[in-house]
């Protein structure tokens, strides 16, 4: 049994009625599922609608690295320091994808004594959620096929379809298929793939949507083909987003669960950040903000991802405004950034540190372009040296960036005090002045630039005529005002993952575009990143299993 797993079996979890009256969510709109985990009822969420809210902010991280950063660790240590500390905190977070779960990331509720629980639940089937998402997808696509077996009364060019399926479950197999093999009675043979549900439009849908009625307005305007004059079909041409949203309804409502200290999260929608907009859901976010005086939330991966995605989509589509941003980073990230092998990484090198900061930096400026304050959160390991701390301080003082060491894995909320007493102070100051990066009236082809230029610090864009192509009919359609959301490796601000620190003088090759016209944004697709992942040579499911007492081991 692993160290963090070991904490976890040991911790002892509160009834989820004594967490959400510690929230002030009333006992009447709990909908349990078990002791320990409920769903918050929508129809109290539309009651909160009307409060004042509280503060918000962003936990991201530099571009990661084998190494390890802890973004999702952090985000619940600083919960925990700030409810601590008599601040009424609500942490937000994504559900879990099994397809990292069983894959080559593991499990993603924390670590150490900075985890949200139950730890098994939620990274695996957790309130059902996703499974309610790819089922919506999936019926989609069924509806689809059948629309086209029985006369294909709208008209649908077999060649233009553009909804592929969904699984949750890392499988490169699916990537590209031939569907209704098998003769006449099964359909006409076409080429298909899946995607995984995390980067599914109907997951996007599910976590922008404010309301019920929200989610069956951008359901019924997904675009799943086009006929041969090039005009769109949409899912409510179908006539399916009523058996979605029905799908749809109860997952809808957030998930309430626990820290191992008590506090109170909102754990709801998952979408990744390397191939989806890397948000939890609008709905939890909002709610929190009502309940709490701050509410702490993560984008995944690093800032160049999930935060610039959080800020000029999910801040945009909801109208969110964060006080403060903080960037986590750890020494031995840095150090890997800075050239030095993983094997390598205890030996103490300040030179490393100070060319691996390098990325650090470039997040940093990066977020202020967006006029948000930044914190550094310095994940604390033991092979950490005062001269590597000292290195890094040195580096960020001059630009008034406070860095923080923290040690929440190992001492909990106690470790993150230091951390919360700074975006407490950043918080009161309120320094932020948050705008987006780009205005809706930019066309669709200098968004994309411009998240390259500014973001990436690439040259330019080299975008494929048939994305070309597509991006025009896009605008043309009247979908040129939407905000672009850029699939692309997480691992470097280039399209090569091997282009690590803060590479410059690359341009970002752009192979394909796609329209999520019910999420509200434009996918382009940059490099070899594929929307379906593959399992490792050894994936994590090797090491997952149940022990003598039928308790699952393995998950992180």
Not at 223 to 236: H, I, M, Q, Y
Not at 319 to 344: E, F, Q, S
Not at 354 to 378: C, Q, T, W
């Amino acid at each position: 049994m692993g160290h963090d797993e070991a904490i976890a079996r040991a911790s002892t979890l509160r009834p989820i009625g004594e967490i959400a009256a510690r929230a002030g969510i009333p006992a009447e709109a709990l909908e349990p599922y078990g002791r320990f985990k409920a769903k918050v009822s929508l129809d109290f969420v539309a009651e909160t609608e009307t409060r004042l809210e509280g503060a918000l902010v962003l936990v991201t991280g530099i571009s990661p690295t084998p190494a390890g950063e802890g973004k999702t660790t952090t985000t619940i240590g600083l919960g925990d320091a700030l409810n601590l500390g008599g601040t009424r905190t609500m942490i937000c977070l994504r559900e879990p994808s099994l397809g990292p779960c069983f894959g080559l990331k593991g499990g993603a509720t924390g670590g150490g004594r900075a985890q949200v629980a139950p730890m098994d639940q939620i990274n695996l089937h957790f309130t059902g959620d996703f499974h309610a998402i790819t089922s919506a997808h999936n019926l989609l696509a069924a509806m689809l096929d059948n629309h086209l077996f029985w006369d294909n009364p709208l008209g649908i060019d077999p060649r233009r379809i553009r909804w592929r399926r969904a699984l949750d479950m890392n499988d490169r197999a699916l990537r590209s298929i031939v569907d209704s093999l098998g003769g006449i009675a099964n359909g006409a043979p076409r080429e298909d793939g899946f995607d995984i549900t995390v980067a599914s439009e109907v997951m996007a849908i599910f976590c922008l949507a404010r309301n019920l009625d929200d989610l069956v307005e951008r359901l019924g305007r997904i675009v799943v083909a086009e006929r041969r004059d090039g005009s769109a079909v949409t899912a409510r041409d179908l006539k399916a987003d009523g058996a979605m949203a029905a799908l749809l309804r109860d997952a809808l409502a957030p998930n309430l669960v626990q820290t191992l200290e008590g506090s109170p999260a909102l754990v709801h929608g998952g979408p990744f950040a390397n191939i989806a907009h890397g948000c939890n859901s609008v709905i939890a976010t909002r709610l929190g903000l009502r309940l709490a005086d701050v509410v702490v939330t993560e984008a995944g991966f690093g800032a160049d991802l999930g935060g610039e995605k959080f800020l000029d989509i999910k801040c945009r589509q909801a109208d969110l405004r964060p006080d403060c941003t903080v960037i986590v980073a750890t020494i031995r990230a840095l150090k890997m950034h800075g050239g030095v092998a993983k094997t390598d990484l205890a030996a103490p090198d300040v030179a490393a540190v100070e060319r691996g900061s390098a990325n650090l930096l470039r997040h940093i400026e990066n977020l202020g372009k967006f006029g948000l304050p930044v914190v550094v959160a310095l994940n604390h390991f033991t092979s950490d040296t005062e001269q590597e701390r000292a290195a890094l301080s040195a580096l960020l003082t001059p630009l008034g960036v406070t860095v923080v060491p923290c040690t929440h894995w190992a001492d909990g909320a106690a470790g993150a005090s230091a951390l919360a007493e700074v975006v407490r102070g950043v918080i009161a100051q309120k320094q932020a002045r948050f705008a987006p990066l780009y205005p809706d009236a930019m066309p669709l082809g200098e968004k994309i630039a411009t998240v390259a230029r500014k973001i990436y610090r690439a040259e330019g864009i080299d975008l494929a005529p048939a994305a070309a192509k597509r991006l025009a009919a896009i605008e043309a359609a009247g979908f040129g005002h939407l905000p672009v959301c850029i699939a692309k490796t997480q691992y470097s601000f280039s399209a090569d993952p091997a282009l690590m620190g803060a590479p410059t003088g690359h341009r970002l090759p752009v192979r394909e575009v796609r329209l999520a016209a019910g999420a509200g944004f434009v996918v382009a697709l940059a490099g070899t990143i594929m929307t379906m992942p593959g399992l490792p040579r050894v994936p994590a499911a090797e090491g997952i299993g149940l022990d003598e007492t039928g308790q699952i081991t393995g998950l992180f």
